[in-house]
C-alpha cells in the first residue's frame, strides 16, 4: 500500500525463539528505520540505517540485531525476548540528503507477541 | 530539547462535522511538521506536511494545518468529517543541525467519528 512491507504481519514467540522480522521498500530510498510502538507510549526510534550503515541506535538490548544487507532490505534479529517487547514494530523509508531527509514512508507493522 | 504535545488522547465528533486535532511543540531549531494517520492494523500514512514554505498545508483527504509560529501550534483539521476517518492522529516535529536529525512522534489522538 505504501511501497514498504513487511513479513511476517503477525508473529507469536516464546522468550527462548529466534526469529526474524523483514522489510522491504520499493521506494528507491537509501535510508530504513525500525520503531517500536507499544500501547500509550510516543513511537520510539530503535536503529537508523543510512546506505547500509547504522548511524543510529537507541539504546536498544542486544536481544535485538538488525541486518541491512542492501539499501532495499532491513531484518530484525529477535532472540530471548522478554514479553514487555511485545508490541508492534514499524519498519520505514526515506530519502536522506546530506543536511536533511525528505519524510518516512511506513510499513503496515508486525504484531509480536512474546510469551 | 524537542517535544510535541498533542493535547487531547481521544476526540470523538458527530460523521459531517469539523475536526480539530491539536498539536503544540517545541524545537531549537527551524522545524519541519508532519501529520500521519494510522488505520487499525495498518502502519502509518503521511497526511501533510510543513517545511517552512507556505504555513497553511493542505493534505490527502481534505485535511489541512496551520502552522504558528507564535503560538508553536500545528493543529489539523478538516470541515467535514467522515466515517473512514476513525483513526489514530500523530504530529511530529523533526529537527535538523548541521545533517543531525531527530524526529520526535507525539503520544496520539484517536479521533471517533459518530455516525
Known amino acids: 500500500e505504501t511501497g514498504v512491507t513487511q513479513t511476517p504481519r503477525h508473529l507469536v514467540m516464546g522468550m527462548t525463539n529466534k526469529k526474524s522480522l523483514k522489510c522491504e521498500q520499493h521506494?528507491?530510498?537509501?535510508?530504513m528505520y525500525w520503531y517500536k510502538q507499544s500501547a500509550k507510549k510516543p513511537l520510539e526510534l530503535m536503529f537508523v540505517?543510512?546506505?547500509?550503515?547504522?548511524?543510529e541506535n537507541n539504546s536498544v538490548p542486544s536481544r535485538f540485531s538488525p541486518e541491512c544487507p542492501n539499501s532495499s532490505h532491513l531484518f530484525l534479529h529477535l532472540h530471548t525476548l522478554q514479553p514487555e517487547d511485545s508490541a508492534l514494530y514499524l519498519c520505514?523509508?526515506?530519502?536522506?540528503?546530506?543536511?536533511?531527509?525528505?519524510?518516512?514512508?511506513f510499513g503496515p507493522g508486525t504484531r509480536l507477541t512474546v510469551t | 530539547a524537542q517535544s510535541v504535545t498533542q493535547l487531547d488522547s481521544h476526540v470523538s465528533v458527530s460523521e459531517g462535522t469539523p475536526v480539530l486535532l491539536r498539536c503544540n511543540y517545541s524545537?531549537?531549531?527551524?522545524?519541519?511538521l508532519f501529520w500521519y494517520v494510522q488505520h487499525p492494523n495498518k502502519g502509518l500514512q503521511l497526511l501533510l506536511k510543513?517545511?517552512?514554505?507556505?504555513?497553511l498545508v493542505k493534505g490527502i483527504n481534505g485535511f489541512e494545518a496551520e502552522f504558528k509560529k507564535s503560538e508553536t501550534s500545528f493543529h489539523l483539521t478538516k470541515p467535514s468529517a467522515h466515517m473512514s476517518d476513525s483513526a489514530e492522529y500523530f504530529c511530529?516535529?523533526?529537527?535538523?543541525?548541521?545533517?543531525?536529525?531527530?524526529?520526535?512522534f507525539g503520544t496520539g489522538t484517536r479521533l471517533t467519528i459518530i455516525p
Open positions: 520505514a523509508s526515506s530519502q536522506k540528503l546530506a543536511l536533511s531527509s525528505y519524510e518516512q514512508y
Open positions: 521506494l528507491g530510498h537509501n535510508a
Open positions: 540505517y543510512n546506505f547500509k550503515e547504522q548511524t
Open positions: 524545537s531549537s531549531y527551524s522545524p519541519s
Open positions: 510543513y517545511t517552512s514554505a507556505a504555513t
Open positions: 511530529v516535529v523533526r529537527s535538523s543541525n548541521f545533517g543531525n536529525e531527530k524526529l520526535t
